[in-house]
């Protein structure tokens, strides 16, 4: 019945972490009864094994899903389904402490100073989409007294959604909340290095009264349970947020049965930064902006150009404000002062400490940072680093690192800015500094990308869309966009008098 | 009554055992005060003819008071200007909080309004899922951006208007209240509303939930007092620059020459109707009937909408009628706190009389008396459920809103025929129509003067859809997103983006 494992957190208090399989508001073993262990990226050691599931699984989660559209969800009308959302997000924030918790010792984020602030947006967010349940409506278009014709907007009916492991929580909410508002049933996937607060979170969605089979949780790896879900021929739409390398496999896999595919994938935003700048506010922005979450967010802007004549300027004060407020807050994710936890995973740590020795090599400056902390050999800790003087062809200037690292340059012209922060293959996010109202507007309207920051970084909304262009992505989460994205719009013609 | 001894709360046993407090002040910033020259008026109990207890009434200086309140927390505090989302959290507390206190309240609407349980029941849902639905839009109000050319960033904001003035009336006292509270509280107004003389004590118990909801003193402001006084200074108030008004088309004439007069602050009518329900010859009987009952006989009839001129096509007219007849035998009218009570009594004395009166009427002109037509008892403001039939189009009784539980029904022939009777009206608030046949339902409902046409089923409202009148029935909409149309003002703003080359 129940499966599941005690896990003492560092700070001493403990809860139950369900293992199984959440299918049908049960915890099940997988068919396989093969589990893998999530560890903890501040100590490296394990925390607890979780079942795995692989295709079969997917299959008899889908069939369920499947199931509950049928016979229960599709009939259930949208004042009801967002009274569920909002008790949801009622148990969410009742329960907060815990799930923020279970976030920092699964992710290594830090409790106080980001996993809190995780739960709260993922509380508000499926709150913010219980308020469009019972809005989601389609047009009458009149055509004159011969026809009468207007849109449904429907549900896909089971959606496949599988998550990253930056916002374990909160990427699970940006992806759940607008799907159940819009009337379909989920199979989502965790990723494999933090499938734990999830589990737990499925007994609040039991608790809040979802029917069995609406919302179900695997967790499982992406080569065979992800590979499984977006080639499904019973799931008719597929949303993934993770490498673009992924995305472009998973828009592929979709093809097999032509689901709807939306993607939020890589990003390599620019931070440009004008001369007549704020610059010490830009200096705190753009710390946010590539420092938050250890560097871990697809809208870093890891990229910085500065204009010739605040170069120097704010480069000091860049260095000085992340080293005060980012390198020497840095440590285990339950010590409440604590900013900057660790990198997720051992790979995650290989592929950016690589990077830093790439950055090296290529000329690239190296102004604060560049190696793992003296103080902190266990666990996958990097120190926030800066790299300066960057020149547009270095692979730190192009790439994406995904950890704490930041590659730095200058700009003449309004032009020039533009035409870096425009070079790469994506188009996330992206950020520009200027006191000038109409420079700022212009730059915003020239920019590739799907969004821009006028004055700030990283600053996202649950009510404003967030996706991207380019390579970064297909389609758009969040705000009412991110509503429409889960409906499907049937036209209804009705023959009022033509007669053949 | 002048006095100034008066209690501000009164305990109250309700006729089924529950007890609660009521409160009887004004309730202005946040809390319950004695009106200024201490001046109360007694409430009845409609269905007893008892007095339940005295309220504090508003006068001009009162108003002012409520006025300022409101005023001030527009201006001097974030309620307007916070993240929205603060807003839907409060009157998402409140819909839960109404919830919680459902069976006191739908004890004290039927109580004061006379309605039974099963009706003021009804209400007291209907009012938490408003609440509850206008929650969920209030961090959702977006403008737009309009593409004229990379020379201009030009868009839309929708903002609060300021300080609203809302007058109710007395048949769904507490759900008149939702509609007018929630979109408006939504969008970020703040508010002064007047209660019905004859129903204030819904409202005043409301506001210990609006307090604990989180609502900052000063955004809602509840007062009790009559037309004539309180009413008409909020319609003449400089300081109101929204007006929302539920009552009869007379009454809303004066609303809106008040406020032209005024500061020509925008106004919104929701005023009276003669509904037309038309049942075809195709029509499911039973069903039909069933609607007609609930079309003119719930909440006593004392529905603006209310399905009050039946057309029945010929060919099913006699067979109707027995089902009609049977259908009505068979309703309660009693004691609203009974259980098994469909209808209950009318609000207030001068309720009855006027009905009575169109009764009266009715005889006079001519009319076929088929069923009902006289007062139930002598305690008590009861009458029978009343059919006339041979009626012509040209009777009082079938022009005139009667607005009780007094129903005429007209034979017809054609599609054509029945349509151009129905449209015959100065009204346009709801119709009904009855048939198997999509094409004659979508077609009819096309040519029907009505804001609200309901195709097999009767005063069947849900809060995602709009509701409100054609011609003298009204104007603007109330529930779906129309209704926050009502509360925002657009303002368009233009930046000017000059090419910069550094």
């Not at chain 1, 992505?473 to 023959?495: C, D, M, P, S, W």
Request: negative net charge; hydrophobic residues 40%; contains cysteine.
């Amino acid at each position: 019945m129940s499966l599941s494992v005690q896990v003492k957190l560092p700070d001493g208090s403990t809860y139950t972490q369900p293992t199984g399989l959440f299918i049908n508001n049960e915890f099940v073993k997988s068919i396989k009864g093969e589990k893998f262990e999530s560890i903890c990226p501040a100590t490296e050691e394990p925390i607890a094994a979780v079942y795995r599931a692989y295709e079969e699984d997917v299959d008899v989660a889908v069939k369920a899903a499947r199931e509950a559209y049928n016979t229960v969800w599709k009939e259930t009308g949208g004042v009801q389904r967002g009274k569920l959302l909002f008790k949801l997000a009622e148990l969410m924030e009742k329960h907060a402490d815990e799930l923020a918790g279970i976030e920092a010792h699964d992710s290594g984020k830090p409790k106080a100073t980001n996993a809190i602030f995780d739960v709260e947006e993922s509380a508000n967010c499926m709150r913010y989409f219980g308020g469009w349940a019972d809005k989601v409506t389609g047009k009458s278009i009149p055509l004159g007294k011969d026809k009468f014709a207007y849109t449904l907007h429907e549900p896909y009916g089971v959606c496949g959604q599988i998550i990253p492991w930056n916002y374990p929580l909160a990427m699970a909410a940006w992806k759940l909340g607008p799907a159940l508002a819009a009337g379909n049933c989920v199979v989502l996937k965790t990723s494999e290095i933090t499938p734990l607060s999830m589990l737990w979170l499925a007994n609040l969605i039991k608790e809040a009264g979802f029917p069995p089979g609406v919302v179900n949780i695997l967790s499982g790896f992406g080569k065979d349970a992800g590979a499984r879900l977006a080639s499904h021929e019973g799931v008719d739409k597929i949303a993934f947020t993770g490498s673009t390398a992924t995305g472009q496999v998973i828009q592929q896999l979709a093809s097999k049965n032509m689901k709807a595919v939306t993607l939020e994938c890589g990003g390599k935003s620019a931070l440009v930064i004008f001369d007549d700048a704020d610059l010490d506010q830009a200096a705190k922005w753009a710390a946010i902006g590539i420092m938050s979450n250890q560097g871990q967010i697809c809208t870093a802007t890891s990229r910085i150009y500065i204009q010739d004549g605040a170069y120097d300027k704010f480069l000091q004060a860049f260095k000085a404000h992340v080293e005060e407020e980012y390198t020497s807050k840095q440590g285990c994710p339950f010590n409440d002062t604590h900013v900057v936890g660790p990198q997720i995973s051992q790979p995650q740590y290989e592929k950016i400490l690589s990077y830093i020795e790439i950055g090296k090599k290529e000329g690239a400056k190296l102004l604060s940072g560049g190696k793992t902390p003296a103080s902190l050999t266990k666990g996958y800790f990097i120190e926030p680093t800066i790299f300066a003087d960057i020149s547009p062809d270095m692979r730190i200037a192009n790439e994406e690192i995904f950890g704490p690292v930041v590659a730095c340059g200058r700009f003449k012209t309004y032009e020039e800015g533009l035409k870096y922060a425009n070079q790469t293959q994506y188009g996330l996010g992206s950020a520009v500094f200027t006191q000038d109202i109409a420079k700022a507007h212009r730059f915003a309207s020239d920019l590739e990308a799907g969004m821009v920051w006028i004055n700030s970084s990283n600053d996202s909304d649950i009510h404003v869309p967030f996706g991207g262009v380019k390579m970064s992505g297909v389609g758009r989460e969040l705000g009412e966009y991110g509503l429409t994205i889960y409906t499907q719009a049937k036209a209804v013609h009705v023959n009022m008098g033509s007669k053949l | 009554m002048v006095t100034d001894e008066y209690p501000l709360t009164v305990h109250i046993k309700l006729p089924n055992g529950v007890e609660y407090d009521q409160p009887t002040g004004l309730f202005i910033n946040g809390e319950f005060t004695k009106s200024k020259q201490g001046k109360t008026f007694e409430v009845v109990s409609p269905s007893t003819e008892e007095i339940v207890c005295s309220v504090y009434e508003a006068l001009e200086e009162d108003v002012n008071a409520a006025v300022d309140a409101a005023e001030n927390a527009f201006k001097n505090t974030e309620w307007a200007t916070q993240d929205p989302s603060v807003r839907g959290r409060c009157l998402l507390k409140l819909a839960d909080l109404v919830e919680q206190h459902a069976e006191v309240l739908a004890g004290i609407e039927s109580l004061d309004n006379g309605k039974s349980l099963f009706c003021s029941r009804g209400d007291v849902a209907l009012c938490s899922a408003y609440f509850r639905s206008c929650a969920g839009y209030a961090d959702k109000v977006d403008g737009r951006i309009i593409d004229t050319g990379s020379n201009h960033l030009s868009y839309t904001r929708r903002e609060p208007i300021g300080v609203c003035g809302q007058i109710i009336p007395w048949n769904f006292p507490l759900l008149m209240a939702s509609w007018k509270l929630g979109p408006c509280l939504a969008t970020g107004n703040v508010t002064v509303l007047k209660t019905a003389e004859s129903t204030p004590l819904s409202a005043l118990y409301l506001c210990n939930l609006l307090n604990e909801a989180g609502f900052p003193p000063g955004v809602v402001n509840i007062i009790s007092g009559f037309g004539k006084t309180t009413g008409d200074v909020i319609a003449l108030h400089p300081k109101v620059r929204k007006l929302a008004f539920t009552g009869s088309t007379a009454t809303g004439r004066h609303i809106m020459k008040r406020a032209a007069e005024s500061n020509l602050k925008k106004v919104t009518l929701e005023l009276g109707g003669k509904s037309p329900n038309i049942i075809f010859n195709d029509a499911d009987i039973a069903k039909a009937a069933q609607n007609m009952i609930i079309g003119i006989f719930y909440n006593s009839g004392e529905v603006c909408c209310a399905g009050s001129r039946i057309y029945c096509q010929s060919g099913i007219y006699d067979e109707l009628l027995v089902e009609f007849k049977k259908a009505i035998a068979n309703l309660k009218v009693g004691d609203p706190f009974d259980e098994t009570t469909f209808q209950g009594s009318q609000t207030s004395q001068l309720q009855l009389d006027r009905i009575l009166n169109y009764i009266d009427v009715g005889k006079k002109e001519g009319a076929q008396l088929i069923t009902g037509g006289e007062r139930i008892g002598g305690k008590g403001y009861f009458i029978k459920p009343t059919i006339f039939g041979n009626v012509h189009e040209e009777m009082r009784i079938v022009k005139e809103e009667i607005f009780g539980p007094v129903v005429t029904i007209t034979k017809f022939e054609t599609v054509d025929e029945v349509i151009e009777l129905a449209n015959n009206s100065e009204y346009g608030l709801a119709a009904g129509l009855h048939t198997e046949d999509i094409n004659k339902a979508i077609d009819v409902s096309n040519r029907l003067k009505a804001g609200t046409v309901w195709v097999n089923t009767y005063n069947d409202f849900h809060s995602s859809v709009p509701f409100g009148g054609y011609a003298q029935s009204g104007i603007g909409r109330e529930m779906g997103i129309e209704a926050f149309d009502n509360y925002t003002q657009v303002k368009a703003v233009r930046i000017k983006i000059d090419k910069k080359k550094a």
